[in-house]
């Protein structure tokens, strides 16, 4: 019986052997038809047909979809496992496309797309939702960790970000840091000390460290024209204590160490530090702004005057954005050449993520902040001979690099 | 029951081709098909997938590159058929992540933050991690063949390796601590090694390859390079010496008391030495390298047939550098192209010769593992 629908001729494997049989193989309405060449097809109604397969369009499938102008296909059906049949012919091709529309390249591209667009809206979902309900996973973690983990994990983050710089230390200079520190601890509704140290270090800054532990700079101090200043500061970086940022951000640092590991140790590193980084900054701002309201909180509570903070700021931002790492290299510089200087980007890894814990620069918003604040009744923080033995807590103690010469101990 | 207007029901037997035995058998012609830069629109979509993804697609991606390239290599114009999927490579790596990368990651770290003097303890198990990675390397290597050669199909019959791992991976260690010991001259016995233990394992259907090569043919492909190198180089150094027409100073008041002239001459000759050392070195590593595998090919047998591999040094050089420059310049966003390339170099000058009854190849009984390639995929093992 002559076939009135196209034929073709292919090979059929039947994955049990590795011989192939030449076929001839017919498109039918629902799906091909084929036997091996030399055999006619038997028709019978109401008898199994043994000699030809038939595997429905709708399940062919193929490892390469066909394109236009492809001029062979290998194709398998889960209706006959392990089977293949081989055909190469540019018409055959060209018609299967059309009757088995799941193995041409339009609708596997996108199969192959879909997946990885949902990826994106659930990623993005997440991402947006985490953002909108300002919610904060690192937190929520940080929460969970007890004081004595914290407190051993900022006693090693001291060690090692800040160890090369000695701890400054004179009985009245350690008493009236004592005493600027417990007249704001007062003010924050919180029982716990705080663990205030001053490091030998020309760089002006201060760092809040896990373990409600603040480092101030010799650097810093010597920039302050009055108590108030650095009072200012410190109230700053109380700030950040209370509201758990070290923490947080040691937990975030992790987190981004992992998940870089995660997503790139399978692909390209291209993407991962850059990324890592970029979060890490952008926290930063945010952790400012809270820092800045609680600082400011604690001030007023403690009737500390804010104004001094607005022109310590003033002062400070005629400087270039901060590297702590470049600052770090440049130690043995002066203060003076340092506030010229320009700062390089900051430099990639774990130890950099570090930074955030680290204040950033004042910008004019902030400054303007504070200085809107209503006034209120203020005493000094610290009276003269406190201020000027803060000033010089610094005076016995030598500097990380080299010996400088001491200086005359004044009156 | 009117059979002619509804399409014919599957048969209720499979249909039998007949008596399978013994025949002449048929010669396999081994050619590519298609061009690599067909693969430029996926590498493109790849990337953009894998960056939104946050390379969780990156496995998918992969698995997609070697349909396409398997589907280029044509045995008698039939293609292999790559088997394997994204969700396969995907889970092998999460494995292999949450067991050995993520603890060597966290436990240093968190000893570190927590543990009085953590760092040194911490850096000690850095370094534990890195020594463990050197037995896991072999058996990351054999383990990523055999999950390839499982998932490689052609007329629906697979490969696959039989051997053991860990056998592969200690010839693997021993070997390659030996080199520097030995001054590389365990290099021809360590590829000879390798080469023969994996091949004499490998299996297509029912049917294993056989290599029988002899290790003092390796050997002597590899002084001809050893000896030539120190020839040549030591030729270019005399060569440039008596261009430069300079005295090589012996002590270091010498070296001071050069002129300023005889100082830059003096660089000039380091710096061209070192230059043309490694163009030498290049090319003899090429050369080596097609020996070698030519080598092992002529001397790999399969189903009664012989492979030959006929590899050039030109034609290798040309290859990885070209190479090198798709890669480089598109980011690495075109590494499959460099793949595709590099495959279709070797599968055109391969081939094998006789006749192979194929009938008599049936399909291999292993089993199909159901994870691929972890640990390979963590320690960043790739060929194809």
């Known amino acids: ?411 | 029951m009117d059979q002619t207007a509804s399409p014919p029901e599957p048969p209720s037997a499979t249909p039998a081709f007949g008596q399978r035995g013994t025949g002449p058998g048929e010669e396999i012609d081994i050619k590519w098909r298609g061009s690599p830069w067909s693969l430029t629109g996926l590498s493109f979509l790849n990337f953009l997938l894998s960056v939104i993804t946050l390379g969780i697609y990156s496995f998918w991606g992969k698995t997609e590159v070697r349909k396409r390239i398997w589907s280029s290599v044509r045995l008698n114009d039939e293609p292999l058929h790559y088997t394997g999927t994204g969700k396969e490579l995907f889970l092998g790596f999460l494995i292999v992540f949450c067991v050995f990368l993520l603890p060597v990651v966290l436990i240093p770290l968190a000893i570190e933050l927590l543990v009085e003097g953590g760092k040194q303890i911490a850096d000690i198990i850095r370094i534990i991690a890195v020594i463990a990675v050197f037995p896991l390397l072999g058996v990351a290597i054999y383990r990523a063949r055999r999950y390839r050669l499982s998932r490689t199909n052609w007329r629906g019959i697979r490969g696959t390796l039989t051997g053991s791992p860990w056998r592969y991976a200690w010839t693997y260690i021993w070997t390659g601590i030996l080199i520097i010991f030995t001054l590389g001259w365990i290099i021809p016995y360590r590829a000879h090694a390798l080469y023969k233990r994996m091949t004499n394992e490998q299996q297509f259907g029912s049917e294993m390859f056989r290599y029988s090569g002899d290790v003092g043919d390796v050997y002597a492909r590899f002084a001809a390079v050893y000896f030539g190198g120190i020839a040549l180089t030591a030729l270019v150094a005399g060569g440039a010496y008596w261009f430069l027409g300079i005295e090589i100073p012996t002590t270091p008041t010498a070296v001071e008391n050069m002129s300023a002239e005889t100082q830059t001459k003096f660089v000039w000759f380091i710096v061209s030495i070192y230059v043309v050392g490694i163009i030498i070195y290049s090319i003899l590593q090429a050369w080596y390298f097609a020996s070698v595998y030519n080598y092992f090919a002529r001397n790999t047998a399969f189903a009664g047939g012989q492979f030959d591999m006929k590899l050039t040094v030109c034609g290798l050089v040309w290859l990885v550098i070209s190479n090198m420059f798709i890669i480089i310049l598109s980011l690495t966003i075109l590494q499959p192209i460099a793949m595709a390339r590099a495959s279709q170099y070797f599968v055109d000058r391969m081939s094998l010769n006789g006749l192979i009854d194929v009938d008599k190849i049936v399909q291999n009984a292993a089993e199909l593992g159901t994870t691929g390639e972890g640990l390979a995929e963590a320690f960043d093992i790739d060929g194809f």
């Open chain 1, 1 to 411: 019986m002559a076939s009135d629908h196209p034929t073709f001729s292919g090979r059929f494997s039947d994955g049990q052997h590795a011989g192939s049989d030449s076929v001839t193989i017919e498109l039918r309405p629902a799906g091909l038809a084929f036997r091996r060449a030399d055999e006619t097809i038997s028709e019978t109604v109401g008898e199994a047909v043994t000699n030809t397969w038939f595997w429905h369009y709708n399940r062919l499938e193929t490892a390469r979809p066909i394109r236009r102008g492809d001029v062979d296909t290998l194709v398998h059906s889960p209706e006959t496992p392990g089977a293949s049949l081989f055909v190469a012919d540019v018409e055959f091709v060209r018609r299967l496309a059309i009757e088995a529309d799941q193995i041409s390249h339009g609708s596997w591209l996108w199969r192959y797309t879909r997946p990885a667009l949902v990826m994106l809206v659930v990623f993005a979902a997440i991402g947006g939702g985490i953002w909108a309900l300002d919610l904060s996973p690192s937190r929520a973690l940080a929460n969970m960790m007890s004081d004595k983990m914290r407190s051993n994990i900022g006693e090693r983050i001291f060690t090692s970000f800040v160890g090369t710089y000695p701890v400054c230390s004179t009985p009245d200079g350690d008493a009236a840091l004592a005493k600027m520190t417990a007249r704001l601890a007062d003010a924050d509704n919180d029982d716990a000390a705080y663990n205030t140290r001053v490091v030998n270090w020309s760089l002006e800054n201060a760092f809040a460290l896990p373990g409600r532990k603040i480092i101030l700079t010799s650097g810093l101090i010597k920039k302050a024209k009055s108590a108030e200043e650095v009072a200012g500061v410190l109230a700053h970086e109380i700030g950040h204590v209370v509201k758990l940022h070290p923490e947080t951000g040691v937990v975030r640092a992790m987190g981004l160490t992992v998940a870089a590991q995660f997503i790139f140790a399978g692909g390209s590193e291209t993407l991962g530090s850059i990324g890592t980084l970029l979060v890490a900054l952008r926290y930063n701002r945010k952790a400012e702004r809270e820092a800045d309201a609680v600082g400011l909180k604690i001030l007023r509570k403690a009737k500390v005057s804010p104004a001094p903070l607005a022109g310590f700021f003033e002062r400070v931002m005629k400087k270039n954005p901060f590297d702590v790492a470049a600052a770090k290299k440049s130690d043995k510089k002066s203060v003076e050449e340092k506030t010229t200087e320009e700062k390089g980007p900051a430099s990639r890894g774990f130890t950099k993520s570090l930074e955030l814990l680290s204040t950033h620069p004042p910008t004019r918003e902030r400054i303007e902040n504070i200085r809107a604040r209503a006034t209120y009744t203020t005493r000094p923080v610290l009276d003269e001979n406190e201020w000027t033995a803060l000033q010089k807590i610094c005076a016995t103690t030598e500097t990380a690099k080299e010996k400088e010469p001491k200086k005359e101990t004044e009156e």
